[in-house]
């Protein structure tokens, strides 16, 4: 997931596109994260994990982190950055909502 985060903040806009980012950072991502994983997810994989994620799920765990890990006095700002994958809009006035990504600065 981490990947599929920073790759859609950087630009991805495709499962293709994610593949590609995870192989071109992943040395960097593994050394500063200390990972041994040697074997990079696919196209086909980003695809089946986005397809099968619960992401009501994991958006209450996110806003449960959120919540738990930043507090906001009265009167601060909070800047929010959207992203979506390409295809999540088929047809005028649809959107597949589960392939969008929000990044938010306190």
């Known amino acids: 997931m981490l990947l ?3 790759g859609t903040m950087s630009g991805c806009r495709s499962y293709y596109a994610l593949e590609d980012f995870g ?31 619960d992401f009501e799920t994991l958006a209450q765990q996110f806003e449960q982190w959120v919540n738990s890990a930043f507090t906001l006095e009265p009167g601060e700002w909070v800047a929010i950055d959207g992203k979506s994958i ?16 929000f990044g938010v600065s306190l």
């Open 23 to 53: 192989v071109r950072h992943y040395g960097a991502v593994s050394e500063k994260l200390g990972l041994t994983v040697t074997r990079l997810p696919s196209d086909t994989t980003f695809r089946r994990i986005l397809q099968k994620l």
């Open 86 to 101: 390409k295809g999540t809009v088929t047809e005028p006035g649809t959107a597949n909502p589960e392939l969008h990504f």
């Open 4 to 6: 599929v985060v920073m």
